[in-house]
């Protein structure tokens, strides 16, 4: 069975750096084709992919976050973890991990954690 | 700006069919990913590749594509089907992904 499981804080200050893990069970990322990719979705918007990475430590990211954003994965511990730096309220939103297929699909999706940024 | 495109909302009646368009250029070269997502939860993955369902996702939803357009129909909607859906591929360079900005299905 496989699952995602976001965590991080719930609040950061304007000008903070985020940052999240995804941890995981079920799969490897040491498996080929396997990547894991982070989304997220302002209240009441729509979904937005920001980065994904892959098995082989191939790192894909958001066209317009790509200089706040940074991906890592430790495949011992099963965790993928996301950075975004200069947060600001535009950035409040449900963040989630989802293991992803080849880098064009999402199977299997986390629960999602709301990050707010305020002061 | 996304560089798919979906119409905002669509309605149905029970047990009729419904088709939710995504366009988008990459699209000639991508397949679309489809995506239900109901009120508070995360999404689920209905529809990948050409025309594939996940174990569990009934087989009243399926996938097509023409050109630039690819397409989820619901045929014989359910109640349960109301729900917003996101169209996902990659962009125009194949490098990233993208999603579009979904559209909501309201079942009458």
């Known amino acids: 069975q496989i699952t995602l499981k976001e965590s991080g804080p719930m609040l950061v200050k304007p000008t903070q750096t985020l940052t999240l893990t995804c941890t995981f069970s079920?799969?490897?990322?040491?498996?080929?084709?396997?990547?894991v990719g982070w989304i997220r979705q302002p209240p009441g918007k729509a979904l937005e992919w920001l980065a994904l990475?892959?098995?082989?430590?191939?790192?894909r990211y958001s066209p317009s976050l790509r200089s706040r954003l940074t991906i890592t994965k430790d495949t011992s511990k099963n965790q993928v973890v996301l950075t975004m730096t200069n947060m600001d309220p535009v950035d409040t939103a449900t963040y989630y991990c989802?293991?992803?297929?080849?880098?064009?699909?999402?199977?299997?999706w986390g629960q999602g954690t709301l990050v707010t940024v305020s002061s | 700006s996304s560089e798919l495109t979906q119409d905002p909302a669509v309605s149905v009646a029970l047990g009729q069919t419904v088709r939710i368009t995504c366009q988008g250029d990459s699209l000639r070269s991508y397949y679309a990913t489809w995506y239900q997502q109901k009120p508070g939860q995360a999404p689920v993955l209905v529809i990948y590749g050409k025309n594939n369902r996940p174990s569990g996702i009934p087989d009243r939803f399926s996938g097509s594509s023409s050109g630039n357009t690819a397409s989820l129909t619901i045929t014989g909607a359910q109640a349960e089907d109301e729900a917003d859906y996101y169209c996902h591929s990659r962009d125009s360079s194949g490098n990233h992904l993208v999603f579009a900005t979904g559209t909501k299905v309201t079942v009458l």
């Open positions: 990475i892959n098995w082989n430590d191939d790192k």
């Open positions: 989802a293991h992803g297929v080849y880098g064009d699909y999402f199977r299997y």
């Open positions: 079920g799969f490897s990322l040491s498996t080929t084709g396997v990547g």
